[in-house]
């Protein structure tokens, strides 16, 4: 018994464990082939639909931005024509002082008293006159203080007597606010 050969039955069984290995490894890798693929073709579909939807964000990012944009236009706009009507009423609420003031102007100054002229800056009235004696210009800065158009406490500077006219004279320069009435109407 010495003399049977079990070699090659040893080695068609090594050959074809050799081939079921080689066979099993083949369909792994194609297994593992197979899997890198479809986990690669699932991750750039995951990946292609979150870049869809930060497109999708983006691009709504930018509608908003451009309504914002808009909206500060608009409120630009609204409140430049809120300062145009807060002028246009102011100016409707003055237009009437200036007829007031001139109709008011002569009842106050006394006689002995011309006016040489008057200037309005802002909300100031600057009188220059001549005044035959002092004791009149103090009659004009009672009546002007006194007065619901003119502001209290107007500002009276007085110069030098002019001796060369026939008449004497002195001349002055008063200056009062003016629409003391208007402002009592605005505060109400």
């Keep these: 018994m010495a003399k049977i050969n079990l070699l090659p039955w040893r080695a068609e069984l090594r050959a074809q464990q050799k081939k079921e290995f080689v066979l099993g490894l083949g369909f792994s890798a194609l297994a593992g082939i197979l899997l890198v693929v479809v986990m690669h073709t699932y991750m750039e579909g995951l990946i292609e639909h979150q870049n869809n939807r930060n497109r999708f964000i983006q691009d709504h990012i ?99 007597k002019d001796l060369k006219s026939p008449v004497p004279s002195t001349e002055f320069v008063v200056t009062v606010a003016v629409g003391g009435h208007g402002q009592e109407a605005e505060e109400e």
Excluded: C
Excluded at 89 to 105: C, N
């Design 62 to 160: 930018k509608q908003v931005d451009a309504k914002i944009v808009a909206i500060k236009e608009i409120d630009k706009q609204r409140a430049e024509l809120k300062t145009r009507m807060e002028l246009i009423q102011k100016l409707q609420r003055s237009r009437p002082e200036v007829v007031h003031l001139f109709d008011e102007l002569p009842r106050l100054v006394p006689d002995g008293i011309y006016l040489v002229s008057l200037k309005r800056t802002g909300n100031q009235l600057e009188i220059r006159g001549r005044a035959e004696s002092t004791a009149r210009i103090s009659e004009l800065l009672r009546k002007l203080n006194d007065s619901p158009w003119f502001g209290k406490d107007p500002n009276l500077q007085v110069f030098d």
